[in-house]
């Protein structure tokens, strides 16, 4: 067991230093500097995804794959069309209180780092979930999490404007006229999924492959295009930690699916005047809107009807989107290619227009440029400064 830390006050007095207390025991808090959050900020913006080298400590690793192998596991799409086949059965599982607890903590640095902002409901993906990946399974699909085919695809930055009350005339107004400024701004309100190693594996991003160490953590955005990767072992299942970080406007697409009738008759909400007040209160836009009804209640919009939860039958209906578009850029050599028409000396990564700051987050992105400058990407060649000449030396 770690032991207190103490400082004596003026009066010679011990007293406990509350700030290190604080911080969460499950993670390595320290590791996260700000140059770690501002790399991760520029990565998650330009490439779509970004990663935390060795974040969950080894203790708090060890407890979850514990959790994790004792969890009841449901079978979730691998390849598309061939989910009876016993190389694709890759499966799910919701985490325990240690999982869920691993998941705030990273929100908590993830909102630290502007690469999420309000619009992120927690509670709105339904908690963290454990992934396992059985000995010869194969590589999942490519395909991405969110439903941005059928959707409006928002911006990734900046803060959408001040909404006015659910169900009145400006509310209307200001729907019809913020389409156009927020198809024509990026805003901070694309979803994105949380990914935690608890073992050595790996990960498909734009049909490359990625190694990351036990710990890791990995965020990628919900239109980044990506795949799990296949189970090396012949013997032993790979475990991971997995989490929906949804928006209001963008949820996580979930339906009942060919098959799942039976399973899903028993939960089916079938008086209309619960369904209509439902609605209201199971939709994050709403004025009415409450979290205890949303956790207890799943809705298929494609049939139009309401479902109590059910933890496999949320895991069993979860589904996901193909496409071919590439949203984001491919880095070469290590870093993104260089922004063209930028002030030279200037890091064009944190311009305060692109995330409609607040004062608060100004300052942040200050200190993010300032990091940018010294060892991330905006250094070297890539600020370059004016030559003296003879004369001047």
Same mark, same amino acid.
């Given at each position: 067991?770690?032991?207190?830390?103490?400082?004596?006050?003026?009066?010679?007095?011990?007293?406990?230093?509350?700030?290190?207390?604080?911080?969460?025991?499950?993670?390595?808090?320290?590791?996260?500097?700000?140059?770690? !959050?501002?790399?991760?900020?520029?990565?998650?913006?330009?490439?779509?995804? $970004?990663?935390?080298?060795?974040?969950? !400590?080894?203790?708090?690793r060890r407890d979850m794959l514990s959790e994790a192998k004792s969890s009841h596991f449901v079978t979730i799409f691998n390849r598309l069309g061939h989910n009876k086949s016993a190389m694709d059965s890759r499966s799910a599982a919701k985490a325990g209180a240690r999982g869920e607890q691993v998941l =705030?903590?990273?929100?908590?640095?993830?909102?630290? %780092?502007?690469?999420?902002?309000?619009?992120?409901?927690?509670? !709105? &993906?339904?908690? =963290?979930?454990?992934?396992?990946?059985?000995?010869?399974?194969?590589?999942?699909?490519?395909?991405?999490?969110?439903?941005?085919?059928?959707?409006?695809?928002?911006?990734?930055?900046?803060?959408?404007?001040?909404?006015?009350?659910?169900?009145?005339?400006?509310?209307?107004?200001?729907?019809?006229? /913020?389409?156009?400024?927020?198809?024509?701004?990026? $805003?901070?309100?694309?979803?994105? /999924?949380?990914?935690?190693?608890?073992?050595?594996?790996?990960?498909?991003?734009?049909?490359?492959?990625?190694?990351?160490?036990? &710990?890791?953590?990995?965020?990628?955005?919900?239109?980044? +295009?990506?795949?799990?990767?296949?189970?090396?072992?012949?013997?032993?299942?790979?475990?991971?930690?997995?989490?929906?970080?949804?928006?209001?406007?963008?949820?996580?697409?979930?339906?009942?699916?060919?098959?799942?009738?039976?399973?899903?008759?028993?939960?089916?909400?079938?008086?209309?005047?619960?369904?209509?007040?439902?609605?209201?209160?199971?939709?994050?836009?709403?004025?009415?809107?409450?979290? %205890?009804?949303? +956790?207890?209640?799943?809705?298929?919009?494609?049939?139009?009807?309401?479902?109590?939860?059910?933890?496999?039958?949320?895991? /069993?209906?979860?589904?996901?989107?193909?496409?071919?578009?590439?949203?984001?850029?491919?880095?070469?050599?290590?870093?993104?290619?260089?922004?063209?028409?930028?002030?030279?000396?200037?890091?064009?990564?944190?311009?305060?227009?692109?995330?409609?700051?607040?004062?608060?987050?100004?300052?942040? !992105?200050?200190?993010?440029?300032?990091?940018?400058?010294?060892?991330?990407?905006?250094? %070297?060649?890539?600020?370059?400064?004016?030559?003296?000449?003879?004369?001047?030396?």
């Amino acid at each position: 067991m770690q032991q207190m830390r103490h400082k004596k006050t003026a009066r010679g007095r011990l007293e406990i230093n509350r700030t290190w207390m604080q911080q969460p025991l499950e993670l390595n808090v320290g590791h996260v500097t700000d140059k770690e !959050l501002a790399k991760a900020n520029i990565d998650h913006h330009l490439r779509g995804w $970004c990663s935390f080298e060795g974040l969950v !400590l080894p203790v708090t690793r060890r407890d979850m794959l514990s959790e994790a192998k004792s969890s009841h596991f449901v079978t979730i799409f691998n390849r598309l069309g061939h989910n009876k086949s016993a190389m694709d059965s890759r499966s799910a599982a919701k985490a325990g209180a240690r999982g869920e607890q691993v998941l =705030a903590d990273i929100v908590s640095i993830l909102r630290r %780092g502007l690469i999420i902002g309000d619009e992120h409901v927690v509670g !709105l &993906g339904r908690g =963290a979930t454990y992934l396992q990946t059985p000995p010869k399974c194969v590589q999942q699909s490519t395909h991405v999490d969110f439903d941005f085919v059928t959707l409006r695809r928002p911006g990734r930055r900046c803060v959408p404007r001040c909404q006015p009350p659910y169900g009145s005339l400006n509310y209307f107004l200001f729907l019809y006229f /913020s389409y156009f400024w927020i198809n024509a701004s990026k $805003c901070r309100e694309v979803p994105v /999924s949380v990914w935690v190693a608890l073992q050595d594996c790996s990960l498909y991003f734009e049909g490359a492959k990625h190694q990351f160490k036990a &710990g890791d953590v990995v965020v990628f955005a919900g239109d980044m +295009r990506h795949a799990g990767a296949e189970c090396d072992s012949a013997t032993e299942a790979t475990y991971r930690l997995f989490a929906y970080l949804p928006t209001r406007n963008i949820p996580v697409p979930w339906q009942v699916k060919d098959g799942m009738a039976d399973l899903a008759t028993p939960f089916r909400v079938a008086d209309p005047k619960v369904a209509k007040e439902l609605h209201e209160t199971t939709y994050p836009c709403s004025q009415k809107f409450d979290m %205890g009804s949303f +956790r207890s209640h799943l809705y298929d919009p494609v049939t139009n009807t309401f479902y109590r939860f059910d933890m496999q039958l949320w895991l /069993s209906g979860l589904t996901t989107q193909t496409t071919s578009k590439c949203s984001y850029a491919t880095y070469v050599d290590g870093a993104p290619p260089l922004i063209p028409h930028h002030k030279v000396g200037k890091c064009p990564h944190f311009d305060p227009h692109d995330f409609n700051a607040t004062k608060h987050e100004k300052t942040v !992105l200050c200190d993010f440029r300032r990091q940018c400058k010294t060892g991330i990407y905006c250094q %070297g060649t890539r600020t370059l400064k004016r030559l003296r000449t003879e004369d001047e030396l």
